[in-house]
């Protein structure tokens, strides 16, 4: 029932005629009389029939895109939004309908819905986006408008800033410190420093915990760093309270000033940091260094043309001593002239006789013409042409070129070449030069004038050399690549007899087989054998942990291999593994003689982080070269720096730095007070490695020389520790401190006694030892302070593992050949040699070298004797009684003999003084001097290089022989045995050591010199005569041999390689 006050629902009507249903009739059913038939349906998406009002169903009662119910473009009604579908009348039902039509009408009628939904959403989205994109525009105006009116503000505030300045500096103190800052040290006024103008720094000494109470101040005080305008002022009181102040100008190019506060030697720098202010309204500081950079190019450049000038001028009178005047003879004919009277200033054509001379053939030449005997090269290149008119004939073919002489010109200078500038033709050597008539008298302008153009051409030479020189330097880098590369395929060779890897250079991301030998291990008793491996030097998070590998039978035996496979991550960089006979506890391991080991792997999305290693070292080649100390710590800085690591040296500051020409370019660092004195820190880039330098104010390093005080070790011991404070205080955390030998072996004690905790929490120690025979006991103090402990070759490793000082920390003690700076030490490129040379072309360069030598020493000149050579201090250790007969063997089997060197010891001196006497001669030459450049010109001159050494922790003299193509006659021990091997006896051991081969029938003979192992003089004779055999006997093979041995590689390629494997044994230790 319907509910109290509503009518009854009607009935319901009664179902359409023709159907029992009341459904529609199927569409394709037979016509019912007197029923209409139902239209066909309308395919998806067909338009819906306009009612019957002619507007879209839709449109009626405010469907969307409409309003008011009527179609868009009527009076007062918003249009549709372009791109909105109106909606559209209902399908109409026809009777005849299935229920299938019916379903599919009513879905198509809700996607009709479901669209103009979405089309009146999209049409408020776009209203809104035009109203959002309005306020936007609008408060962009506005923020533009602020920003505007606040430049103008500012503009006006900075302009009125400026212009007061002055004003605001001379007001009172009473004024300023009325108006100073609460609690601030110090202040200045204006409160922001301004280039160019005045100023002034006020103190609070109440404020500062240093200088609180004293009763006068001093400002020491620069600009830039410190670079420019340092001063030091006493400041004036001001008032009560501890205010002092000073006055100083900021100058044009400042961009920063720098000061600390001192009074009764008490300093306030801001914890070492100094104080600092911005300088403002100036230029950049990088405008400011180019500004500098820029002026000391050109005050160079002008001081350089100048003087060059200056000697053009001086030597007018020499340059043109017998110089042709107007015209040039020779062989009776004239061969050049000009045209006109050649005069200052004036363009002549320059006439050249070709006849009877093949320069050229057929074609065109070209003159290359200079003045003043070529003081600026050549100034005018210009294709010459046949001459018409002139005479032709035997005697007569002229050619010509039209030549402008310059105001300041008193000789030209000609040379001839073909149009490809293939060949030459430059007068015997003697060049083509005539004299300029009334040459010589120019005026003051005209040679300023030429200063001007010789400072263009010095710029141009000095580009065109710094082009030979980069492109000499990237030949070299891969040179140098090309080495290390070939280094590290050494150091694989060598280890695969234990270890293999397939692909020999493993991929990241890709898997990696590998072959463990463990007969030829401390594990070759295993029955089983485990892979502990990591990656990144054991850094990684998913390290492949242990890894039991398989055998290829049933168990391990006599020439049997385990192998396994790991896969590698796409981060890896390096894959690390040990070898065990089990993981348990008790387990014996292979860890590579606590190296581990290691392979590199190609393609890592990841790079090596690079070590930070920091030498503490009282030399350094060559700012303090003494012995080889000075040129390990420096040729190992730079070896592990070129494998992309971070080295930095710390070295005291000696008076003698002062005049160092290298050392010029030395920049303040820090400092700090300790030890009861301030140190002083500063910095240089020394042979591209960065040097800091240590200078106590106390006056320790005020000395000429690196040794000979009794004080030696007290002032060592105390520059050991202030490095250690440098680092401390500057907050450096360097992986790796290696110091050296007794005189900085307090390191290793001083850090983990007085440092560790303190601060300097991260290095690791790495002490090298060069020479076991000073300072024993604080070697051995460093050998148990340090992770690891090295010494400069393997057998001398062996030879000294015994002492007291080492043999109770063998555990961590390895050898490791010293090497070679390639660099330093190059025949092709060393400034001392008369020629340079390369293993192509050895025999012209040593010949040049060797003819040098004889002239200077007025040995035979020219003589095709073999020289042998000794470049060596005459110490006991040196074998002086090897050499002393050496000397008088060498002259009598027929060679002649070189000796540099000097000895400490007078008595000594004083022995081969009158050997000299007695033995000189055509010969035998003797210089007793340590005299550097000479050293090269003897390697180069030498077909032989002794050095019979009692005892040679490593030794230097024999790579260098090498490189320098002299073959080593040495005693074998220490270095010398493991870097020269026996012709006649070591071929095998040549072979493991160079190429890392088993088979030098396979690889070629590597041998390079020849050995002895006594003391006596018929040892060395041994090996000495067999020396001057293979020369007398075989020149041709000799030539060879030299060529072999200058291409081995004593570089510290592969030392480098073994002393980074113990950094970071090190660093795991």
Not at 452 to 470: P, S, T, V
């Amino acid at each position: 029932a319907p509910p109290p006050g509503m009518p009854a629902a009607a009935p319901a009507p009664p179902p359409p005629q023709g159907t029992s249903t009341g459904l529609p009739p199927p569409v394709n059913a037979p016509p019912i009389p007197g029923v209409p038939p139902a239209p066909p349906p309308l395919p998806n998406g067909a338009p819906v029939p306009p009612a019957a009002n002619g507007y879209p169903a839709a449109a009626v009662n405010g469907g969307p895109g409409y309003t008011n119910g009527a179609p868009a473009g009527v009076p007062g009604v918003t249009p549709p939004v372009p791109g909105v579908v109106p909606a559209q009348e209902p399908t109409p039902i026809s009777p005849e309908m299935t229920e299938e039509d019916i379903a599919a009408a009513i879905e198509a009628e809700k996607r009709k819905l479901q669209l103009a939904q979405q089309a009146e959403l999209d049409r408020l989205a776009h209203e809104s986006a035009i109203r959002e994109q309005q306020e936007a525009i609008r408060m962009q105006a506005e923020a533009e408008a602020r920003a505007i009116a606040e430049a103008e503000e500012a503009k006006r505030k900075e302009e009125e800033f400026l212009a007061n300045i002055e004003v605001e500096v001379a007001k009172s103190a009473i004024d300023h410190i009325a108006n100073a800052p609460g609690r601030n040290l110090y202040f200045t006024v204006p409160e922001k420093l301004v280039a160019g103008k005045p100023a002034k720094i006020y103190i609070n000494t109440e404020n500062s915990g240093i200088l609180g109470g004293r009763h006068s101040v001093r400002l020491e005080a620069g600009f830039n760093d410190w670079k420019l305008d340092k001063f030091d002022t006493s400041m004036k009181p001001a008032g009560p309270g501890g205010y002092f102040y000073t006055d100083f100008v900021v100058p044009e190019l400042a961009y920063c000033f720098n000061c600390v506060f001192e009074a009764d030697n008490m300093y306030d720098n801001n914890g070492g940091e100094n104080w600092f202010e911005t300088v403002h309204y100036g230029k950049s500081k990088e405008e400011v260094e180019k500004y500098f950079h820029d002026k000391k190019i050109y005050e160079a450049a002008l001081e350089e043309a100048t003087a060059e000038i200056e000697v053009e001028k001086y030597e007018q009178g020499s340059r043109k001593e017998g110089v042709a005047d107007g015209e040039l003879h020779k062989d009776g004919r004239c061969i050049v002239k000009a045209d006109l009277p050649m005069k200052p200033g004036k363009t002549v054509q320059l006439m050249f006789n070709k006849a009877m001379n093949p320069i050229g053939g057929e074609g065109k030449i070209r003159c290359h013409v200079g003045f003043n005997k070529f003081a600026q090269g050549f100034e005018q290149e210009v294709t010459m042409e046949l001459v018409r008119g002139a005479a032709a004939d035997d005697n007569n073919y002229w050619w010509g070129a039209s030549i402008k002489i310059p105001p300041t010109a008193y000789t030209l200078d000609m040379v001839i070449s073909d149009e490809a500038e293939d060949h030459w033709d430059n007068n015997d050597g003697n060049d083509y030069r005539l004299l300029i008539q009334g040459g010589g008298n120019a005026t003051n302008e005209e040679w300023d004038a030429r200063t001007q153009e010789r400072m263009a051409y010095i710029a141009i030479q000095k580009e065109l050399e710094a082009k030979k020189q980069a492109a000499a330097l990237k030949a070299r880098r891969l040179r140098k690549a090309e080495a290390s590369k070939t280094a590290r395929e050494v150091t694989v060779r060598q280890t695969q007899h234990i270890l293999v890897t397939e692909p020999t250079h493993p991929v990241a991301g890709e898997e990696v087989t590998i072959t463990y030998h463990p007969e030829n291990t401390n594990l070759g008793a295993a029955e089983e054998v485990y892979l502990t491996g990591g990656f990144n030097r054991w850094t990684h998070e998913d390290p492949p942990g242990a890894v039991k590998m398989d055998s290829s039978g049933d168990k391990l035996g006599v020439g049997s291999a385990v192998t396994c496979k790991i896969k590698i991550p796409e981060d890896a960089w390096m894959m690390d593994f040990v070898f065990s006979d089990g993981i348990a506890e008790g387990s014996t391991y292979d860890n590579h003689f606590g190296k581990d080991y290691h392979v590199p792997i190609e393609g890592s999305t990841e790079t090596m982080p690079p070590l930070h290693v920091m030498h503490i070292s009282v030399e350094m080649a060559p700012i303090a070269k003494v012995g080889g100390l000075g040129d390990v710590v420096t040729a190992l800085a730079r070896a592990v720096h070129d494998q992309g690591n971070l080295v930095e040296i710390i070295l005291p500051k000696y008076s003698f730095f002062n005049q160092s020409p290298m050392l010029g370019g030395m920049e303040y660092e820090t400092q700090f007070e300790w030890g009861g004195t301030t140190i002083q820190v500063q910095r240089c880039t020394v042979e591209g490695i960065q040097v800091f330098f240590i200078e106590p104010q106390n006056g320790f390093f005020d000395v000429g020389s690196v040794y000979g005080r009794n004080d030696d070790g007290v002032k060592f011991d105390y520059f050991c520790n202030a490095a250690l404070e440098f680092l401390t205080c500057t907050q450096r955390q360097p992986d790796i401190l290696h110091c050296h030998d007794w005189s900085t072996a307090e390191v290793a004690g001083a850090y983990w006694g007085n440092y560790h905790h303190y601060g300097l929490w991260k290095p690791k120690v790495v002490f090298t030892i060069h020479n076991m025979n000073y300072g024993q006991m604080k070697i051995g103090e460093a050998a148990f302070n340090s992770q690891i402990t090295t010494t400069v070759s393997p057998s001398y490793a062996g030879e000294v593992a015994g002492h007291p000082a080492v043999n109770q920390n063998l555990h961590k003690f390895h050898g490791v050949r010293n090497g070679i700076d390639t660099e330093i030490w190059d025949p092709d490129t060393d400034q001392f040699l008369p020629m340079n040379y390369s293993a192509d072309n050895h025999e012209d360069g040593k010949r040049a070298a060797r003819e040098t030598l004889q002239a200077r020493f007025g040995l035979t000149w020219g003589s095709d004797q073999p020289m042998v050579a000794v470049v060596s201090r005459l110490t006991a250790q040196k074998g002086l009684d090897l050499i002393k007969h050496a000397i008088t063997h060498s002259v009598k089997r027929g060679a002649q003999f070189v000796l540099l060197g000097s000895a400490p010891d007078p008595r000594v001196q004083a022995d081969f003084n009158g050997l000299a006497g007695s033995v000189g001669g055509p010969n035998a030459a003797f210089c007793f001097a340590f005299d550097e450049p000479l050293s090269h010109v003897v390697y180069a001159a030498a077909d032989f290089i002794l050095v019979p050494s009692m005892f040679e922790p490593c030794g230097l003299t024999q790579m260098i022989s090498m490189r320098y193509g002299a073959v080593p006659v040495v005693r074998a021990t220490g270095g010398l045995r493991d870097t020269v091997f026996d012709l006649d006896t070591e071929k095998s051991r040549a072979a493991w050591e160079v190429d890392g081969s088993t088979d030098y029938k396979a690889t070629g003979d590597q041998t390079n010199g020849f050995s002895f192992e006594g003391t006596d003089p018929e040892a060395l004779n041994y090996a000495l005569d067999r020396a001057l055999d293979c020369y007398y006997n075989d020149k041709i093979w000799f030539r060879q041999l030299q060529e072999r041995i200058m291409r081995q590689d004593w570089s510290w390629n592969r030392p480098a390689l073994d002393y980074i494997e113990l950094y970071y044994s090190a660093i795991r230790g």
